[in-house]
Nanobody
Framework: QAQLVESGGGLVQAGGSLRLSCEAS????????MGWFRQAPGKEREFVAA????????YYTDSVKGRFTISRDNAKNTILLQMNSLKPEDTAVYYC????????????????WGQGTQVTVSS
């Protein structure tokens, strides 16, 4: 059974950094678009970043451009999200997701989802 497991979340002060990891298992995701999403308390889940199956194409929501970097290692079935210059408004549960289609993934309708990892940024 295909599974995505996130790790790397935690508590950090504003201006700090965290690196999230999403490890896929149960099948190979090398042909899938993969991405990160987040949901803050009382808010809807939103797109953060995504990349194509090759990693050649990367996409970010405007609020994280220049601060977050998404990458993947298909040999390890893993994607990463390097988050720098974190702000209190980045506080949320961060989810990893995968879908054969990047457009579908970006609409939050990806086929596979992880359980999420909490990121808390204190001011």
């Amino acid at each position: 059974q295909a599974q995505l497991v996130e790790s790397g979340g935690g508590l950090v002060q504003a201006g700090g950094s965290l690196r999230l990891s999403c490890e896929a298992s149960g099948r190979t995701f090398s042909s899938y678009a993969m991405g990160w999403f987040r949901q803050a308390p009382g808010k809807e889940r939103e797109f953060v970043a995504a990349l194509t199956w090759s990693g050649a194409g990367t996409y970010y929501t405007d609020s994280v451009k220049g601060r977050f970097t998404i990458s993947r290692d298909n040999a390890k079935n893993t994607i990463l999200l390097q988050m720098n210059s974190l702000k209190p408004e980045d506080t949320a549960v961060y989810y990893c997701a995968a879908d054969p289609s990047l457009p579908v993934l970006r609409t939050l309708k990806g086929r596979y989802w992880g359980q999420g990892t909490q990121v808390t940024v204190s001011s």
